[in-house]
């Protein structure tokens, strides 16, 4: 069988190339759909944090691990040092004003929000699908984002319908 070169895939437009980096190469990610989840935690003085990510994905099952990304100029960066804890809350397909509330610059992204403590204390969003208990086993400088890796120490999950976000916003499947 004679294999040629990989065509691109057919969408119907006309297909744009770029080598530009900026708004096109964000735009050009934007068109693989990711799952929304809220990263929360407990700060030193035991006042609960969390922001909105979709950068989430399984690393390994043996041992299990996650990963994600936070921007390095994040006033959050300073609250994942190694062995901090962190509960990563995957979002339902109802849950996109949840999303936004923690990606907004609000101080107190908790006001309002309806969570419970898991069983390490950590923070679990009511309505989330699924929800991991992790500990930071490393942390990697790419570019302008930090790669974090967490050991996942027990995990939930409650059913239903995830949160996407494609193209710039958020979608339901």
């Not at 990610?29 to 944090?49: H, K, M, S, Y």
């Not at 890796?149 to 949160?163: K, S, W």
């Given at each position: 069988?004679?294999?040629?070169?990989?065509?691109?895939?057919?969408?119907?437009?006309?297909?744009?190339?770029?080598?530009?980096?900026?708004?096109?190469?964000?735009?050009?990610?934007?068109?693989f759909p990711?799952?929304?989840?809220?990263?929360?935690?407990?700060?030193?003085?035991?006042?609960?944090?969390?922001?909105?990510?979709?950068?989430?994905?399984?690393?390994?099952?043996?041992?299990?691990?996650?990963?994600?990304?936070?921007?390095?100029?994040?006033?959050?960066?300073?609250?994942?040092?190694?062995?901090?804890?962190f509960a990563?809350?995957?979002?339902?397909?109802?849950?996109?004003?949840?999303?936004?509330?923690?990606?907004?610059?609000?101080?107190?992204?908790?006001?309002?929000?309806?969570?419970?403590?898991?069983?390490?204390?950590?923070?679990?969003?009511?309505?989330?699908?699924?929800?991991?208990?992790?500990?930071?086993?490393?942390?990697?400088?790419?570019?302008?984002h930090r790669?974090?890796?967490?050991?996942?120490?027990?995990?939930?999950?409650?059913?239903?319908?995830?949160?996407?976000?494609?193209?710039?916003?958020?979608?339901?499947?």
């Amino acid at each position: 069988m004679e294999r040629g070169p990989i065509a691109p895939p057919r969408t119907g437009g006309p297909q744009r190339e770029s080598a530009a980096p900026g708004r096109a190469l964000r735009d050009a990610l934007g068109c693989f759909p990711t799952g929304v989840a809220v990263i929360t935690g407990l700060a030193a003085d035991g006042r609960p944090f969390g922001l909105t990510i979709n950068s989430f994905t399984s690393l390994s099952l043996d041992p299990p691990l996650i990963l994600w990304s936070l921007r390095s100029g994040s006033p959050l960066l300073p609250c994942f040092h190694e062995g901090a804890r962190f509960a990563v809350n995957v979002l339902g397909s109802a849950q996109e004003s949840l999303a936004r509330q923690f990606s907004s610059p609000r101080p107190d992204r908790f006001a309002g929000i309806r969570w419970r403590p898991g069983a390490a204390g950590l923070p679990h969003l009511e309505g989330a699908v699924a929800c991991f208990d992790c500990r930071l086993r490393d942390s990697h400088e790419a570019g302008d984002h930090r790669i974090l890796i967490g050991g996942v120490e027990r995990f939930a999950t409650a059913g239903g319908e995830p949160l996407l976000f494609v193209q710039g916003g958020f979608r339901a499947l």
